[in-house]
């Protein structure tokens, strides 16, 4: 009952959050300087045709009209159209978020299994190898630029020894995909059955998820150590051990203890990846939506943007809500 | 160095514990060793209760969890033996004294409420216990608990079973490690100022019940503390301990009213209401720390009485009267 009552309260804030977002990213991408008029109608275009581009595109009206404007599309569903690809946003998007978080899901679970793993080990045996290696390890994954990782994997696992395809896009252009019902290709293929698209697109996406999963244990890794460390130096892990309660036990529990920080920063870097995870959607030509947005950004194509931004951060309140309700359930301080 | 007999037990008392020549040292930024613990011989009778006296700092808690040979990080054993059941505890395999921790020997810590893990319930947490150490399945060791909690006078036990740690007041939540430390019921209990947390009605509350909980059990107890009041009221004997020495053993009413050893004497001044006694005795702790090197008694310093003798040489802990031991070569006829 509690329960539900905390996320209906959270659920109310969403709105008014999200008109939040809305309202700053909005201002911030108007301030980027270029004329999206200029950009479309090309070098050659004279001043009246600009002029009346604009005018069709609603650019001559005030900022908070043009605000207005945008919002009362968006109450329709409306979220634009990009001049760059000359479809609705929503389309777009919808096309190309899937793609993303396909990605960067697979890649945050791989970069969990890796950093708690390592993490657990490292604190059950402080003087062990293992404990040497996340060290190290944690050391290495902080100071490696992804994309760097990204080229270095491709050379290795495709030019060198050719185990995976070729680093372009989710699936081979000979492979025919299932027709979109999620989004996600490889979901997407498990429910139609299509094995061969199923296999290929798992063949895709092991370079790039292996360059997030192991870029981003290293976060992961440092906060389970860091928090399990902190924990079993705990009066209360002192006592357990004074009780007699085994090392394994200590340690299960002191994990028990250090899940909030953990699940703190594997939330954190999911919301960030979304866009976080652009450079290495771009190495291996993804076609994602971190890709879509810089492109908007870099061409003044408005909308995409403001879509981007407006998609990630619905993504992010639910993620945060979602994490509030796993701390909700582990701690029972937390909303009695 | 060490007496020619360990400070024994009063008669016709079999040793539930010995500690034998303890010696626990911590390094130091020097390279050399400060020694916190020295040369210690204690032995605690079953179903005796020998009550640990001493200022912070004396060494006692260090004590309680070398005991356990769980010396606080860095330091560390350098000689002796804790004789256990005929075992000698510091040179057990570490598995086979884990399960002995809690079992055979608990400790009752203060502050329980930091002590508990704050994600389980209180009955949980007994439940663990009994699990861990009497090989009982769940439904029974939840009967166990359940006993437990009833037997430490918590009311309401079966809604307690179920309360968190943080629902607790301190109180409740120190009847609930008591309850963890006698689940097993262990034959030697450590009590670690167990009570100094807690208001004066409550802390006689659970004395009491401490006290008749170790008699039931026949358990021996080493109580620790630095109420000088409270072990009066609470033990068979007191040790009082001073920079990890026992500096005076003996039974409780001939440590309280013919104490031998200026310090001792100093300890109860500094408790009583007596302003004449208070001002003749105590003083604040203006002497240097010694590290153990320097040859003579570690209370020279501070002492009223001292001697060139006491300052060359080191005192032995000697039996002045039968039972009654003191660490000074000019033991106090009366107080």
């Keep these: 009952m509690n329960l539900l009552l905390f996320i209906g309260r959270r659920l109310l804030f969403i709105a008014p959050q999200l008109l939040g977002i809305v309202l700053v990213s909005f201002m911030l991408v108007k301030s980027i300087p270029g004329d999206p008029a200029v950009l479309m109608l090309g070098p050659t275009a004279t001043p009246e045709a600009i002029a009346s581009l604009r005018n069709s595109l609603g650019l001559d009206y005030s900022l908070p009209v043009q605000f207005w404007i945008y919002l009362q599309h968006l109450a329709l569903g409306d979220l634009g159209t990009s001049w760059q690809t000359t479809r609705p946003v929503l389309e777009d998007l919808l096309q190309r978020f899937p793609a993303t978080l396909e990605l960067v899901t697979l890649g945050l679970l791989t970069a969990v299994v890796i950093g708690i793993s390592l993490g657990l080990a490292s604190a059950f045996n402080r003087h062990g190898v293992l404990a040497r290696i996340a060290d190290f390890y944690g050391l290495g994954a902080g100071s490696l630029p992804d994309f760097w990782l990204a080229l270095v994997l491709i050379f290795v696992f495709y030019t060198l020894l050719q185990w995976v395809p070729a680093p372009l896009g989710r699936i081979d252009i000979a492979v025919i995909p299932p027709n979109p019902i999620t989004g996600f290709l490889t979901v997407d293929c498990l429910l139609t059955g299509n094995w061969e698209a199923l296999r290929s697109a798992l063949g895709h996406l092991l370079l790039p998820v292996m360059t997030l999963g192991l870029i981003n244990a290293g976060p992961i890794l440092k906060m389970t150590q860091s928090t399990m460390e902190k924990i079993l130096q705990s009066d209360f892990s002192h006592y357990q051990v004074l009780c007699g309660i085994p090392h394994r036990m200590v340690v299960r529990h002191a994990l028990h203890n250090a899940l909030p920080s953990v699940v703190t920063i594997i939330s954190v870097l999911y919301g960030y990846l979304i866009g976080g995870a652009v450079l290495v959607e771009i190495v291996f030509s993804w076609g994602g939506a971190g890709q879509y947005a810089v492109q908007g950004v870099l061409n003044s194509d408005l909308y995409p943007v403001l879509g981007f931004v407006l998609f990630s951060a619905i993504f992010s309140l639910f993620v945060y809500l979602f994490v509030d309700i796993i701390y909700f359930t582990i701690d029972p301080r937390i909303g009695h | ?335």
């Excluded at chain 2, 006692?60 to 330091?75: D, E």
């Design chain 2, 1 to 335: 160095m060490h007496a020619p007999v360990a400070p024994g037990l009063l008669p016709g008392r079999a040793a539930a514990l010995k500690i034998t020549g303890l010696r626990v040292e911590f390094p130091t930024i020097t390279g050399q060793s400060k020694v916190v613990v020295r040369d210690l011989d204690l032995a605690i009778g079953a179903g005796e209760i020998v009550g640990l006296v001493g200022e912070s700092g004396a060494g006692k808690t260090t004590l309680t969890r070398s005991i356990l040979n769980l010396t606080p990080t860095p330091g560390r054993i350098a000689a002796g033996s804790v004789c256990f059941g005929g075992l000698d505890l510091l040179r057990l395999p570490e598995r086979d004294l884990q399960r002995m921790r809690g079992r055979d020997l608990s400790v009752v810590v203060p502050n329980p409420r930091g002590e508990l893990n704050p994600l389980l319930t209180v009955g949980k947490q007994i439940v663990n216990i009994a699990r861990v150490h009497l090989n009982l399945d769940g439904k029974a060791a939840q009967v166990v608990a359940l006993d437990m909690l009833r037997a430490v006078q918590i009311p309401d036990p079966e809604r307690r079973m179920k309360a968190y740690p943080h629902e607790l007041s301190g109180g409740m939540a120190q009847r609930v490690v008591i309850a963890i430390a006698l689940v097993c019921s262990p034959r030697f209990i450590i009590s670690d100022d167990a009570t100094s947390g807690l208001d004066v009605t409550v802390q006689a509350q659970i004395l009491a019940l401490l006290r008749q909980l170790v008699r039931e059990r026949d358990s021996a107890m080493l109580f620790i503390t630095r109420d000088v009041g409270i072990a009066a009221h609470f033990c068979d004997r007191v040790a009082v301990i001073y920079q990890g020495e026992i500096m005076e053993l003996a039974p409780c009413e001939a440590l309280f009213l013919s104490p031998r050893h200026p310090y001792t004497a100093m300890l109860l001044a500094a408790f009583s209401h007596n302003p004449r006694l208070r001002r003749g005795w105590s003083g604040p702790d203006t002497a240097p720390r010694q590290d153990g090197t320097q040859p003579g008694c570690v209370y020279a310093g501070r002492c009223p009485r001292a001697q060139p003798l006491c300052v060359g040489s080191k005192p032995v802990l000697g039996e002045v009267t039968p039972g009654h031991w003191a660490r000074c070569y000019f033991p106090l006829e009366t107080a």
